[in-house]
């Protein structure tokens, strides 16, 4: 069974920065395209950015240009980096991990922007 473990959310000033990894456990996770996801309160969950195993990247048009995601299939592990945080931004950061028809969620990391 795949488990998805998120690290790196916390407080930070606005126009400060973030880098959130997730460390997946299972087999083929090169093969499987894995993406941030963002839930603020009140709101539906919303993509942050995904990336293909060979490395495709799309992101929402609300983080481009301040948000790079990027993985290592070696370790298993993907990571958002986050740059001139907004207050807007706030919200729970889950990772999640697509492999066909397969979809798994990690439980998530709050991440504050505020001053």
């Known amino acids: 069974q795949v488990q998805l473990v998120e690290s790196g959310g916390g407080l930070v000033q606005p126009g400060g920065s973030l880098r959130l990894s997730c460390v997946a456990s299972?087999?083929?996770?090169?093969?499987?395209?894995m993406g941030w996801y963002r839930q603020a309160a009140g709101k539906e969950r919303e993509l942050v950015a995904d990336?293909?195993?060979?490395?495709?990247?799309n992101y929402a048009d609300s983080v481009s240009g301040r948000c790079t995601i990027s993985r290592d299939n070696t370790k298993k592990t993907v990571y958002l980096q986050q740059n001139s945080l907004k207050p807007e931004d706030t919200a729970v950061y889950y990772c999640?991990?697509?492999?066909?028809?397969?979809?798994?969620w990690g439980q998530g990391t709050q991440v504050t922007v505020s001053s």
């Open positions: 990336i293909t195993g060979g490395g495709t990247t």
């Open positions: 299972g087999s083929m996770f090169s093969l499987s395209v």
């Open positions: 999640r991990r697509r492999l066909g028809s397969h979809i798994a």
